[in-house]
């Protein structure tokens, strides 16, 4: 009995042995095009197809759109959990013995994604020398990016260059970035292209692949020219930008925005504002993925590079369709470190970013929830930027949740003080903003008039009405008028609770126009 015993014992084992080799392996659905491996946390992207959601967020932080094997590059622009596919690896896994997949360490993702961006580009490279042959034009040499457009007054723009806000004829400002109305620093313009060289610059769709081969190209060099010629290339001439602001001209350009080499990451940032300044790119750009690199630049970007994403970002925000994601992509807080930090042109671009922003209510949340509310206030004291923050703050003020955070950070003292000191002010327009700002902080705010006497408001108020413009006396007396009507509602409305209690008094009577009537509200 022992040994047979021993014997079923062993049997049962050799039984088990053999079926965990035997093991099927996981179906292809089932791993991640990308990590090649069982996913734990798979989505399903703009395109259609599923992937680990990490190699999602490193590609996107790469700026890295990857070819499948089919020949398809995949849509990251959006990504949506797949329940579905979740739970069948998971009860495979369960069914198979198997342990199930832990999520992959962000390292070790990074390393594949990098490894096949630099495949990806040597075969690019590898390409274009088998069909290319020899250049059409003769290689030309330059070291260092031209001078921007010539010095321009920034508080003067043309009228192109002007919209209106607020509805407001009074207040102009440009829609153009700060980086294209200075001189170029030192460390770029060295050397100038000359005019036969600008006379074989490719200027068609057609003729985009000429700075495509150069971009892509693993000699340092070769982009370093190919960002310059595009930036001047672009610099003034709308039909360039246009033409030239294809989708694989943008792929390659979004390559070098990644680039360590100063030259190469500077010009190939100036080359995007400039094609940015045309409409019909700016949602183009957007969609091709330069959105992250350029916060990323915002982050960690050379300082000339900086002022250029602070720029690009600026001019893609004047189109409404990218206000949204811009927000959504984390580009708030970058902008109001630079907006607080920056250069002087940085800084400006960043307040005027960041007023368009805040035209959508979704941003306008993003900046309360940041806690910005007391350090945009506190720039109103700056004379450099404070007519650009005031916008931003004017925006804040018309939605309720933006209303109380000011309330609550006593911004009501901070215009007041701003209007008390006009004639520090750099033009009537920013005058007329504190008003606008302190007429949305006052409809429908029962604290406003609190706050307002504290402020000694009504003062300011009336030599506003005397002495303003058209649209401030405006403001301003509707102001003074809300203020006034609620001294007249609580002069009305006051009740001798005392003698009601001891039963002299029956009722009050209280009505906001006047006399009693049919309107009338009684308590």
Known sequence: MGGKGKLGWWKISLHKSSKSETKKSPPNEFLCPIFNSLMSDPVVVSSGQTFERLTVQVCRDLGFTPKLQDGSEPDFSSVIPNLALKSTILNWCKKSGLELPNPPEYSEIESIVSSLMSASQRFRVSERELLEGVE????????HAATELNHLDFYSSSSEESVIANGSPFLPFTT???????????????????????????????????????????????QEQAVILLRKTTRSSEEARIALCTERLLFALRELLNSRYSAVQINAVAALVNLSLAKMNKIKIVRA??????????????????????????????????????GVLGALQPLLHVLRSGSLRSRHDAALALYHLTMMQSNRVKIIRLGAIGALL?????????????????????????????????????LVEMLRNGNKLDSESIRENCIAALFSLSRGSLRFKGLAREAMVIEVLREVVEMGSERAR??????????????????????????????????????????????????
């Open 176 to 222: 153009k970035p700060s980086c294209i109305s200075y001189s170029s620093s030192p460390s770029t313009t060295s050397e100038f292209i000359s005019d036969a060289v600008s006379d074989n610059i490719p200027t068609t769709s057609s003729e985009d692949e000429h700075f495509v081969n150069k971009m892509s190209s693993l000699d340092v060099f070769d």
């Open 289 to 326: 993925g330069i959105l992250p690199l350029l916060i990323e630049i915002l982050k960690n970007g050379f300082e000339e590079s900086q002022e250029h994403a602070t720029g690009a970002i600026f001019s893609l925000a004047l189109e409404d369709e990218n206000k949204t994601a811009i």
């Open 378 to 414: 506190g720039m109103l004291k700056d004379p450099v930027v404070a007519g650009r923050v005031v916008l931003v703050v004017c925006n804040l003020a018309a939605c309720p949740k933006g209303q109380s955070a000011l309330l609550d950070a006593n911004a009501v003292e901070c």
């Open 474 to 523: 405006e403001k301003g007396q509707r102001i003074l008028e809300v203020l006034r009507g609620r001294d007249e509602e609580e002069d009305r409305g006051e009740v001798n609770w005392e003698a009601v209690m001891q039963g002299r008094v029956s009722r009050a009577r209280y009505r906001v126009g006047g006399n009693t009537g049919p309107n009338s509200t009684e308590f």
């Open 136 to 143: 059409e034009n003769p290689r030309v040499l330059f070291s």
